[in-house]
T-cell receptor, first 114, second 112 residues
Framework: NAGVTQTPKFQVLKTGQSMTLQCAQDMNHNSMYWYRQDPGMGLRLIYYSASEGTTDKGEVPNGYNVSRLNKREFSLRLESAAPSQTSVYFC?????????????FGPGTRLTVT | GESVGLHLPTLSVQEGDNSIINCAYSNSASDYFIWYKQESGKGPQFIIDIRSNMDKRQGQRVTVLLNKTVKHLSLQIAATQPGDSAVYFCAERVYNNNDMRFGAGTRLTVKP
């Protein structure tokens, strides 16, 4: 039981390049999330998927797109990376109706945009 | 705008002492609060939650207190251990079950 896995762990992009961050969970959770964490700040929600087939914007969605590929997988895409998107990105999942705040987080992807 | 915040960015305690980490919130509509722990290089880990119809909830060595009158949340850790050293975040449910807003975090350091 791996929990929540994320790939890659580290990535360096040049401004304007694109990339997709991958996330998968094996806990059969309905809800999945993408957050970013900047130094000295808390987590900020980018997008979430309450259930397979649905996605919704969070607090900071600009510059990102997401795909809920199936119940297990939720990907985050940066179409044209900008230095302001340098951050650590965390994916999480939860069984929303049971205990909404009990989210399980992956190990994170550290992204640097130059 | 309304946001979740913390009184102190760092806290240093002696091993074996009790720790109290504080959090202020300003969104009066928030009805659900959570504490997370984040160790260096790892993702956050759920500790405990509390709904606004309660003022206290206990877990294993942790207690969360909610004071709605002054919009204050605290996390108490009993008999603090070196393994408790981490950054602790409070979060509140603002709009729906999927949208939690996190504070900036308090770094707890446990001295041996």
């Amino acid at each position: 039981n791996a929990g929540v896995t994320q790939t890659p762990k580290f990535q360096v992009l040049k401004t304007g390049q694109s990339m997709t961050l991958q996330c998968a969970q094996d806990m059969n959770h309905n809800s999945m999330y993408w957050y970013r964490q900047d130094p000295g700040m808390g987590l900020r929600l980018i997008y979430y998927s309450a259930s397979e087939g649905t996605t919704d914007k969070g607090e900071v969605p600009n510059g990102y797109n997401v795909s809920r590929l199936n119940k297990r997988e939720f990907s985050l895409r940066l179409e044209s990376a900008a230095p302001s998107q340098t951050s650590v990105y965390f994916c999480a999942s939860s069984e929303m109706w049971a205990r909404p705040g009990e989210q399980y987080f992956g190990p994170g992807t550290r992204l640097t945009v130059t | 705008g309304e946001s979740v915040g913390l009184h102190l960015p760092t806290l240093s305690v002696q091993e074996g002492d009790n720790s109290i980490i504080n959090c202020a919130y300003s969104n009066s509509a928030s009805d659900y609060f959570i504490w997370y722990k984040q160790e260096s290089g790892k993702g956050p880990q759920f500790i405990i939650d509390i709904r606004s119809n309660m003022d206290k909830r206990q877990g294993q060595r942790v207690t969360v207190l909610l004071n709605k009158t002054v919009k204050h949340l605290s996390l108490q850790i009993a008999a603090t251990q070196p393994g408790d050293s981490a950054v602790y975040f409070c979060a509140e449910r603002v709009y729906n079950n999927n949208d939690m807003r996190f504070g900036a975090g308090t770094r707890l350091t446990v001295k041996p």
